[in-house]
């Protein structure tokens, strides 16, 4: 079993920032990509950052520049520092993780998501 739990979030004035936190836990073999998503209303889920094992990262076109990923490998737990944030940033965000568990089996993970509301 296998379970990701996201911490963080809430509410934020625009141009303020937001940490989100991702942990990771249970019978896990090995990590490979780790990642954050988010949902606005009404809207399809997109992808924001992706952080590689190597601590590699990408970012959407939304995000660069704004958005910090992170990961401690250690400690199995994926970061998500938000700054600069806009109104339009306001969705419920998700991590997720591709993850070897120790029977063997490669799939993809979600944590149960967390809102970020942005004011203006």
């Known amino acids: 079993q296998v379970e990701l739990v996201q911490a963080g979030g809430g509410w934020a004035q625009a141009g303020g920032a937001r940490r989100l936190s991702c942990a990771a836990s249970g019978s896990i073999f090995r990590i490979n990509d780790m990642g954050w998503y988010r949902q606005a209303p009404g809207m399809q889920r997109e992808l924001v950052a992706t952080?590689?094992?190597?601590?590699?990262?990408n970012y959407s076109g939304s995000a660069k520049g704004r958005f910090t990923g992170s990961r401690e490998n250690n400690k199995n737990m994926v970061y998500l520092q938000m700054t600069s944030l806009e109104p339009e940033d306001t969705a419920v965000y998700l991590c997720?993780?591709?993850?070897?568990?120790?029977?063997?089996?490669?799939?993809?993970?979600w944590g149960q998501g967390t809102q970020v509301t942005v004011s203006s």
């Open positions: 952080i590689r094992a190597d601590g590699r990262t």
């Open positions: 997720n993780a591709f993850i070897r568990t120790s029977g063997g089996v490669w799939r993809t993970y």
